[in-house]
């Protein structure tokens, strides 16, 4: 059974940081093009950030690049983003990803074949 879990939400105040990890089992994900995406209350799902299977090519959100890092360890099949310098308007529920045929469709949900169940995160002002 393939699964996505994330972790490391909760309640900050602005200017703190999080670290967010997303364990991923059941089957491999070194090749898998693995994605951050958030949503907040009434609004689209929309994308945060990307990862390339071997870690070398990284996309992120435009309001969040310079603040937040997308990593991955293969070995653990481990996914991180840590994020600094939040701001009220990072508040969601972040979901992580996996895209087993990455290509230029990264920022679309659609692209993605598996999702975890996501993990709140509330910055404070």
């Known amino acids: 059974q393939v699964q996505l879990v994330e972790s490391g939400g909760g309640l900050v105040q602005a200017g703190g940081s999080l670290r967010l990890s997303c364990a991923a089992s059941?089957?491999?994900?070194?090749?898998?093009?693995m994605g951050w995406f958030r949503q907040a209350p009434g609004k689209e799902r929309e994308f945060v950030a990307f990862i390339s299977g071997n870690g070398r090519s990284t996309t992120y959100l435009n309001s969040v690049s310079g603040r937040f890092t997308i990593s991955r360890d293969n070995a653990k099949n481990m996914v991180y983003l840590q994020m600094n310098n939040l701001k009220p308007e990072d508040t969601a529920v972040y979901y992580c990803?996996?895209?087993?045929?990455?290509?230029?469709?990264?920022?679309?949900?659609?692209?993605?074949?598996?999702w975890g169940q996501g993990t709140q995160v509330t910055v404070s002002s």
């Open positions: 059941g089957r491999t994900f070194s090749s898998d093009g």
């Open positions: 990803a996996a895209d087993r045929s990455p290509s230029s469709a990264i920022l679309r949900v659609t692209s993605y074949d598996y």
